[in-house]
């Protein structure tokens, strides 16, 4: 008892814990060979997929710019208006755009949110002074008890306004995409494309990091001494890296032959199988972004597809199938929101006959209408969406 005094005291030892021995295994696992997506807010999807895609900010700008471009007509159930104060304002729309910056801006936050949203400026009644296109990421809406919108909030770094939707006519224009499972937001192609573009960005970068890196040099050197000996002295190894930097790196140095003394031999490395399918990879996921814009990828130089005969066959695709029914929408949604401030029912409608990509079936329809001896003249208006002519 005397002699343990004089020793040392053990330390305390941890309470024994109960563990499972798969623990270890499912703490290592975790992280490995897990997916990680990209956030799918309208932010980070417009970060994402427009500002730092260029497949997306191509399909984008394709489709608003040309849907911006379509001409429009004026009219109502009796003629076709050439001057009309509806035209002045879509001509000029405020102080800081002109019509086609309205439309193009419009557009552009339907494709990338789901919604757009254009805002009256109204300082007395009657049909607005100005209009102008809200961000969609700034804006929601205020549901009320029946689920309609009884006001839009605009929030802009920590300030907010409110936009009541209880009078009329509205002060806002909500123009939304379908979506099956909101009843108050539309749904985007950039969301529907939100895996297509995390894949091509993927791949883009794992392009630059392999250019960057050297991950897989463009050869080999390897050196077999005359005994056998396979390694090079530090002043042989010095001096190949200096042969190296200085004669064969570079623009400058481009094609340069090599000569190789002393048992050293070239190996030319390429890429391997894994390495071709990341290009593949990146081609397919391209198409998939196309695709879920409605941009035929032959108008965007993607390689490979062959789904239409011609360019202009696919142009014309374009226009029949994206841009027409995107801009016939909008027009409609605005025409019948101005209706309400002016008091009388107009409609603006794409003016077909002013599209080059749509001449030769406009001028079929037209020979096929006029030559039909069985319609009445004002049949024949009506099928090519001309307002009747006013009696005199």
């Given at each position: 008892?005397?002699?343990?005094?004089?020793r040392k005291?053990?330390?305390?030892?941890?309470?024994?814990l109960?563990?499972?021995?798969?623990?270890?295994v499912?703490?290592?696992?975790?992280?490995?060979?897990?997916v990680?997506?990209?956030p799918?807010d309208?932010?980070?999807l417009?970060?994402?997929?427009?500002?730092?895609?260029?497949?997306?900010f191509?399909?984008?700008?394709l489709?608003?710019?040309?849907?911006?471009?379509?001409p429009l007509?004026?009219?109502?159930?009796?003629?076709r208006?050439?001057i009309?104060?509806v035209?002045?304002l879509?001509?000029?729309?405020?102080g800081g755009?002109g019509?086609a910056?309205?439309?193009?801006?419009?557009?552009?936050?339907?494709?990338?949110?789901?919604?757009?949203?254009?805002?009256?400026?109204?300082?007395?009644?009657?049909?607005?002074r100005?209009?102008?296109?809200?961000?969609?990421?700034?804006?929601?809406?205020?549901?009320g008890a029946?689920?309609?919108?009884?006001?839009?909030?605009?929030?802009?770094g920590?300030r907010?306004h409110?936009f009541?939707?209880?009078?009329?006519?509205?002060?806002?224009?909500?123009?939304?995409?379908f979506?099956?499972?909101?009843?108050?937001?539309?749904?985007?192609p950039?969301?529907?494309?939100?895996t297509?573009?995390?894949?091509?960005?993927s791949?883009?970068?794992w392009?630059?990091?392999l250019?960057?890196?050297?991950?897989?040099?463009?050869?080999?050197?390897?050196?077999?001494?005359?005994?056998?000996?396979?390694?090079?002295?530090?002043?042989?190894?010095?001096r190949?890296?200096?042969?190296?930097?200085?004669h064969?790196?570079?623009a400058?140095?481009?094609?340069?032959?090599m000569?190789?003394?002393?048992?050293?031999?070239?190996?030319?490395?390429?890429f391997?199988p894994?390495d071709m399918?990341?290009?593949?990879?990146?081609v397919?996921?391209?198409?998939?972004i196309?695709?879920?814009?409605?941009?035929?990828?032959?108008l965007?130089?993607?390689p490979?597809d062959?789904?239409?005969?011609?360019?202009?066959?696919?142009h014309?695709?374009?226009y029949?199938?994206t841009?027409?029914?995107?801009?016939?929408?909008?027009?409609a949604?605005?025409?019948?929101?101005?209706s309400g401030f002016?008091?009388?029912?107009i409609?603006?409608?794409?003016?077909?006959d002013?599209?080059?990509a749509?001449?030769?079936?406009?001028?079929a329809q037209?020979?096929?209408v006029?030559?039909?001896?069985?319609?009445?003249?004002?049949?024949?208006?009506?099928?090519?969406?001309?307002p009747?002519?006013?009696?005199?």
């Open positions: 008892m005397g002699l343990n005094f004089f005291a053990e330390p305390a030892r941890a309470p024994e109960k563990a499972s021995v798969t623990g270890r499912v703490a290592m696992a975790t992280g490995a060979g897990r990680v997506w990209s799918r309208v932010v980070s417009t970060r994402t997929g427009f500002t730092g895609n260029p497949v997306g191509r399909c984008v700008k489709i608003a710019e040309a849907a911006a471009a379509v007509n004026c009219q109502d159930a009796e003629r208006y050439e009309h104060p035209i002045d879509i001509r000029r729309p405020n755009q019509r910056e309205l439309f193009e801006a419009l557009y552009g936050q339907m494709l990338l949110t789901g919604n757009g949203y254009l805002e009256a400026v109204t300082p007395e009644p009657g049909l607005p100005e209009l102008h296109v809200l961000r969609s990421d700034r804006m929601s809406v205020v549901p029946d689920g309609w919108p009884v006001g839009y909030d605009y929030v802009v920590g907010k409110r009541d939707m209880t009078g009329y006519p509205d002060p806002i224009c909500h123009i939304k995409s979506h099956p499972q909101d009843d108050h937001y539309g749904l985007s950039m969301q529907a494309a939100a297509a573009i995390d894949v091509h960005n791949a883009s970068a392009s630059k990091a250019l960057d890196n050297a991950a897989r040099p463009s050869g080999a050197i390897v050196y077999k001494g005359s005994d056998g000996q396979g390694m090079l002295s530090p002043e042989q190894y010095d190949l890296v200096f042969e190296m930097e200085t064969h790196q570079g400058r140095n481009a094609g340069r032959p000569l190789l003394e002393g048992g050293l031999d070239w190996k030319p490395m390429g391997s894994s399918e990341f290009h593949e990879t990146k397919a996921a391209a198409r998939e196309a695709v879920a814009f409605g941009v035929p990828p032959m965007l130089g993607i490979g062959a789904t239409y005969a011609n360019y202009a066959e696919a014309r695709a374009f029949r199938l841009v027409l029914p995107l801009a016939t929408r909008v027009s949604a605005v025409s019948w929101w101005l002016l008091g009388e029912v409609e603006l409608k794409p003016d077909l002013q599209i080059p749509l001449a030769a079936e406009r001028d037209w020979a096929r006029g030559a039909a001896s069985f319609l009445t003249d004002a049949e024949k208006r009506a099928l090519l969406g001309l009747p002519i006013a009696e005199t």
